[in-house]
């Protein structure tokens, strides 16, 4: 099953420190998203890339940080400034041109 | 301010029985909608578009613009269908292709 993979599946970390989550996309995507998914409120969108070395803030950015240095990868770090981490995080990526964006499995994330 | 409302967290409903999903927006250009599902231990899925004006696994799915609403249909509901479903816009214009989701609906449908 390729398309986008998330690691880990589950993530425990202590309060204040940083903690990244991976993303790969092995289908050729320019576009990939970041978001975060809590109960009762959706998807909101953190950041998104169009490029490569280029990327802008979602709605709720502050407290996370993100690098685009190859097509295939967009990892999302997440910093000891977010208030309230503990959340599933999900990665998409969308082809040029195309609203469809196609979604990893996700990745638990637990901060006590 | 662009956003999508699913009214009800939970649609529970017996096998058989019509479901109708609800979704309002609001937006004032000309959007996209989608429905995106999310099965119990699969990944968040692209269910319909309304561009598409498809069937897919017998939900359907029509946009109303003067009610600004993209409900989601299906008039015979079976087990396999309960999942949470998403509603989600995208902006016509843009540099990218942005999704606004709405907070999901949780379909239960009981043997």
């Known amino acids: 099953d390729g398309g986008i993979t998330q690691s880990p599946k589950y993530l425990f970390r202590k309060e204040g420190q940083n903690v990244t989550l991976s993303c790969e996309q092995n289908?050729?995507?320019?576009?990939m998203y970041w978001y975060r998914q809590d109960p009762g409120q959706g998807l909101r969108l953190i950041y998104y890339?169009?490029?490569?070395?280029?990327?802008q803030k979602g709605d709720i950015a502050e407290g996370y940080s993100v690098s685009r240095e190859k097509k295939e990868s967009f990892p999302l770090t997440v910093t000891s400034a977010q208030k309230n981490p503990t959340a599933f995080y999900l990665c998409?990526?969308?082809?040029?041109?195309?609203?469809?964006?196609?979604f990893g499995p996700g990745t638990r994330l637990t901060v006590t | 301010a662009q956003r999508v409302t699913q009214p009800e967290k939970l649609l529970s409903v017996f096998k058989g029985a019509p479901v109708e999903l609800k979704c309002n927006y609001s937006y004032s250009g000309s959007p996209e909608l989608f429905w995106y599902v999310q099965y119990s231990r699969q990944r968040l899925q692209l269910l319909l578009r309304h561009i598409s004006r498809e069937s897919i696994k017998g939900f359907t799915a029509d946009l109303n613009k003067g009610e600004t609403s993209f409900h989601l249909k299906k008039p015979f509901a079976q087990e396999e269908d309960s999942a949470m479903y998403y509603c989600a816009l995208s902006p016509g214009s843009g540099g990218y292709n942005k999704l606004i989701f709405g907070a999901g609906t949780r379909l239960a449908v009981h043997p």
């Open positions: 289908l050729n995507h320019d576009a």
């Open positions: 890339s169009q490029i490569v070395n280029d990327f």
């Open positions: 998409a990526s969308s082809p040029p041109g195309i609203k469809e964006q196609y």
